[in-house]
């Protein structure tokens, strides 16, 4: 019995130093796995950051666009100028977006094409002459639309990081403007189509219509 005690000590004692090695070995990587969340965290709010005020400041000048109205030249009725430029997106070429979530990311890099697509459409609709009431009335309709989605990908943003919203004066609210707008042009849309539905003729024949009736000889 003397002689198993060392060795069945050492054993003990082997598997007690394995053990707390081990566990000392699955500590190490828990706190480096947490100071790589935490770093990729901390990048990633950082670049949701910057997505946020480039929404912001496209979401703006989408508003500016939107509400603004031409001048005419008074000699040539046909000439006109816009006070605002057209609004732009773009995002810096050496940021890796995916940090944001691929969702996030999926719909901010889409955005520049979607307001240059709006761009060159308009552009197509003066070339084809037809610079008037309808023209402009688009061109406000595709504006509000783009800085409507521009404040909604804003929101997200700032929900999933916990990004307050940018500072403006309390007398300029822009995402307002823009979504009383969408709703009031729906509402009219919406008349119109039931006033258009309600004037329409049926076209059913009724199963009641008046018919002559054969009275039976007596």
């Known amino acids: 019995m003397e002689n198993l005690a060392p ?54 000048a989408c508003h500016a666009a939107a509400f603004d109205t031409p001048e005419f030249d008074a000699d040539d009725p046909d000439l006109f100028f816009m006070h605002t430029d057209e609004p732009s997106l773009t995002l ?3 940021v890796e977006w995916s940090a944001l979530g691929s969702e996030i990311e999926n719909e901010l890099t889409r955005m520049p094409n979607a307001a240059l697509n709006v761009s060159r459409a308009l552009e197509h609709l003066q070339t084809l002459g037809q610079a008037d009431q309808g023209f402009f009335d688009r061109r406000r309709v595709e504006y509000v639309k783009l800085g ?37 042009r729906q509402s009219a849309l919406a008349g119109k189509e039931n006033t258009a539905q309600a004037s329409s003729p049926s076209n059913v024949t009724s199963i009641f219509a008046a018919r002559p009736v054969k009275i039976p000889e007596i």
């Open 148 to 184: 409507v989605a521009a404040f909604d990908l804003a929101d997200r943003i700032e929900s999933e990081f916990s990004i307050s919203s940018p500072e403006r004066p309390d007398f300029f609210r822009p995402r307002q403007d823009l979504l009383r707008e969408q709703r009031e």
């Open 7 to 60: 060795p069945t000590l050492g054993l003990i004692v082997g598997f007690v130093t394995g053990a707390s090695l081990s566990a000392v070995a699955i500590l190490i990587l828990i706190a480096l796995s947490g100071k790589t969340w935490g770093r990729n965290r901390a990048t990633a709010s950082r670049l949701a950051l910057k997505a946020l005020l480039l929404l912001d400041e496209f979401a703006v």
């Open 92 to 94: 810096p070429d050496t």
